[in-house]
Structure formats: structure tokens, C-alpha cells
Nanobody
Framework: QVQLVESGGGLVQPGGSLKLSCAAS????????MGWYRQAPGKQRELVAL???????NYTDSVKGRFTISRDNAKNSVHLQMNSLKPEDTAVYYC?????????WGQGTQVTVSS
């Protein structure tokens, strides 16, 4: 069973940067397309970035040009570099496969963008 552990969140001022990491155990991630999701208070969880097993990436419009998703197959991990952060990026961020059948969700990592 895959266990996902997200880290790297925190409190940052608008315009700041954070890098999130997702470490997996129990199975290799290399064959899966992976995504970073976020859930803001009172809103549904949304997919913000994805990376395929062949390193194709795509982003939701609101983060294009600011966020970069990457993966390190040697370390069985996925990352999200977030730049030019805005208050509306405030949410709990999760990683998971984008396949229909998901892994068990991790605890996520809180990102708060505020002055």
C-alpha cells in the first residue's frame, strides 16, 4: 500500500516562494502520472499540476507560469515549486496519482499566503 507524505508548506508573504515535496513508500511512483492537488476552506479539492510518467506537465490556468511540478524517480518523490504566491493559493496541498483509482490521501501540507 502506497503511503504519501507531503511536506514543505508554511506561512509566506504574497510574492514569496515555497517548495513542496511528496515522498512515497510502499510502491514506486515512476509508472504513475502524479498530481498536486489543493483544497481551500469551504472548497472542493482541485488538481493544480500534473506530471506524467514521461515527464509531461500541465497546470491549471491560475498557477501557470508560477508553479513548476517535477519528479525524482530515484528518490520516489514529486515536488512543486511555487513562486509569486498569492493569497488565493492558500490551501492544504496534497499529492496523489491522477489515475481514477487514487492512493490513500496523505495529511497534506498547509500553505498560507498572507501579509
Amino acid at each position: 500500500q502506497v503511503q504519501l507524505v507531503e511536506s514543505g508548506g508554511g506561512l509566506v508573504q504574497p510574492g514569496g516562494s515555497l517548495k513542496l515535496s511528496c515522498a512515497a513508500s510502499g510502491s514506486t511512483l515512476r509508472v504513475y502520472a502524479m498530481g498536486w492537488y489543493r483544497q481551500a476552506p469551504g472548497k472542493q479539492r482541485e488538481l493544480v499540476a500534473l506530471i506524467s510518467s514521461r515527464f509531461y506537465t500541465n497546470y491549471t490556468d491560475s498557477v501557470k507560469g508560477r508553479f513548476t511540478i517535477s519528479r525524482d524517480n530515484a528518490k520516489n518523490s514529486v515536488h512543486l515549486q511555487m513562486n509569486s504566491l498569492k493569497p488565493e493559493d492558500t490551501a492544504v496541498y496534497y499529492c496523489n496519482t491522477i489515475e481514477t483509482t487514487k492512493f490513500t490521501w496523505g495529511q497534506g501540507t498547509q500553505v498560507t499566503v498572507s501579509s
